[in-house]
């Protein structure tokens, strides 16, 4: 079975707008922690932000949040004010446990700005 | 400091042939992997490692051969290269142990064909 789930193969925003891009996980392990990675087309892997499964907050780094509903185990990434330079594909990435190592990978949302 | 780097950035190889994609961090990171990203699948782990001489296989390991002499240094063998082994290849790193977040830093990522 899947572990992470992007539905959303490309999207568009228009410059300014804020933009959300799903991801949905799975796993039977109370401790794990979500991850979004951008992806440029230059192809570079930028780590974007990071929640924790025990974190009461919704993580936030500067434009970036991240829309966490765990009893619906959802990571959405929400992207305000939209930028030109935002266009990339976009990853979401789980580990499992406490100490985990591994990540899983979804297959990327491709995103694009629209000026 | 270099972070991750990767080397070659481009390979072409014909079927058969091997080659090892290096990858080297002077982050002093216990925790290294491979990855290969192939489209419309995210990213997925080959091998890992969390320390000098220890490895483990992930996800998609058959074809590739690891070692981890160094904490440094993560060589990656294609011992008979083949077509379907035409991918991005990223080498990882990050710190083991219990961390809010363990974010994983990536190399540049080395493009390979196969003929």
């Known amino acids: 079975a899947q572990k992470i789930t992007q539905t959303q193969p490309g999207m568009f925003v228009q410059e300014k707008e804020a933009v959300t891009l799903d991801c949905t996980y799975d796993?039977?392990?109370?401790?794990?922690?979500l991850f979004w990675y951008k992806q440029p087309s230059s192809g570079e892997m930028i780590f974007l932000i990071y929640?924790?499964?025990?974190?009461?907050q919704n993580a936030t780094e500067g434009r970036y949040s991240l829309n966490f509903q765990k009893a619906r185990k959802s990571a959405n990434l929400v992207i305000s004010a939209s930028q030109l330079g935002d266009s990339a594909m976009y990853f979401c990435?789980?580990?499992?446990?406490?100490?985990?190592?591994?990540?899983?990978f979804g297959a990327g949302t491709i995103l694009r700005v629209k000026s | 400091n270099a972070g991750v780097t990767q080397t070659p950035k481009f390979q072409v190889l014909k079927t058969g042939q091997s080659m090892t994609l290096q990858c080297a961090q002077d982050?002093?990171?216990?925790?290294m992997s491979w990855y290969r990203q192939d489209p419309g699948m995210g990213l997925r782990l080959i091998h890992y490692?969390?320390?000098?001489?220890?490895?483990d296989q992930g996800e998609v390991p058959n074809g590739y051969n690891v070692s981890r002499s160094t904490t440094e240094d993560f060589p990656l063998r294609l011992l008979s290269a083949a077509p379907s082994q035409t991918s991005v290849y990223f080498c990882?790193?990050?710190?083991?142990?219990?961390?809010?977040?363990?974010?994983?830093?990536f190399g540049p990522g080395t493009r390979l064909t196969v003929l």
């Open positions: 990435a789980m580990r499992e446990g406490e100490y985990g190592n591994k990540l899983v």
């Open positions: 796993t039977s392990d109370p401790s794990y922690g």
């Open positions: 929640q924790g499964s025990y974190d009461q």
């Open positions: 982050m002093n990171h216990e925790y």
């Open positions: 490692s969390v320390g000098a001489g220890i490895t």
């Open positions: 990882a790193s990050h710190r083991v142990g219990l961390a809010e977040n363990n974010e994983q830093f």
